[in-house]
């Protein structure tokens, strides 16, 4: 089982940025590269939505809402690989608990959230006008 640990969330003004990282441990060697990680998000009232993904063949993938004001990547120099997510010109609407999830292989786009098998418990972000 892998467990997964974000952070970085916080409060910024529109127009700033945040960080957010996801320490991932737990699985064996041959999954560490490959293993796909993924960041979500839920608003609230509102239903969880693919934001960004590093896929089993390391390429990115991206919620047309964020293109060009996200990042992600993922770190495997470490033991434990580490997912991150640059979010640039935040806005309101970017206000949501973000979650990592991971699963051994996903790729060709954002993977549903019902196929992720690792979640970790979230960290918010609040984007003030």
């Known amino acids: 089982q892998v467990q997964l640990v974000e952070s970085g969330g916080g409060s910024v003004q529109s127009g700033g940025s945040l960080r957010l990282s996801c320490a991932a441990s737990?699985?064996?060697?041959?999954?560490?590269?490959?293993?796909?990680m993924a960041w979500f998000r839920q608003a609230s009232g509102k239903e969880r939505e693919g934001v960004a993904v590093?896929?089993?063949?390391?390429?990115?993938?991206?919620a047309d809402s964020v293109k060009g004001r996200f990042t992600v990547s993922k770190d495997t120099a470490k033991t434990e690989n580490t997912l991150y997510l640059q979010m640039n010109n935040l806005k309101p609407e970017d206000t949501a608990m973000y979650y990592c999830?991971?699963?051994?292989?996903?790729?060709?786009?954002?993977?549903?959230?019902?196929?992720?098998?690792?979640w970790g418990k979230g960290t918010l972000v609040t984007i003030s006008s």
């Open positions: 590093v896929d089993s063949y390391g390429r990115t993938w991206y």
């Open positions: 999830a991971g699963v051994l292989y996903c790729t060709g786009g954002l993977p549903a959230d019902s196929s992720m098998d690792s």
């Open positions: 737990g699985y064996t060697s041959y999954t560490s590269t490959d293993y796909c």
